[in-house]
């Protein structure tokens, strides 16, 4: 029987080479869509509840929305040439 991943997740340390990068990498699946899943280390600033302590800052991006190329236009569905156009 195959293990059911609906709205489960999983994260990885990320081999950062850019300091915008995120910390750690993975996917979501939520209720059977799939989604790219990122997360930050960061630092809570002067002015937060906590000042100084660290939290996890998470973004999430739809899977098919990176690789999806954009549609042509449909073809009318037939062919004709000019001298089908009355004058």
């Known amino acids: 029987m195959a293990f059911d991943n609906t709205n489960r997740g999983v994260l990885f340390k990320n081999?950062?080479?850019?300091p915008s990068h995120p910390?750690?990498?993975g996917s979501v699946d939520v209720e059977?869509?799939?989604?790219f899943f990122s997360g930050w280390i960061k630092?809570?600033?002067p002015n937060a509840k906590n000042p100084g302590?660290?939290?996890l800052s998470v973004s999430i991006e739809k899977k098919d929305a990176k690789?999806?190329?954009p549609?042509?236009?449909p073809s009318p569905g037939f062919d004709f040439d000019e001298s089908d156009v009355p004058l």
């Open 15 to 18: 081999e950062k080479t850019s």
């Open 32 to 35: 059977g869509v799939e989604y």
């Open 43 to 45: 630092t809570a600033g």
């Open 71 to 73: 549609k042509a236009p």
């Open 23 to 25: 910390d750690y990498k």
């Open 53 to 55: 302590s660290k939290f």
């Open 67 to 69: 690789y999806l190329k």
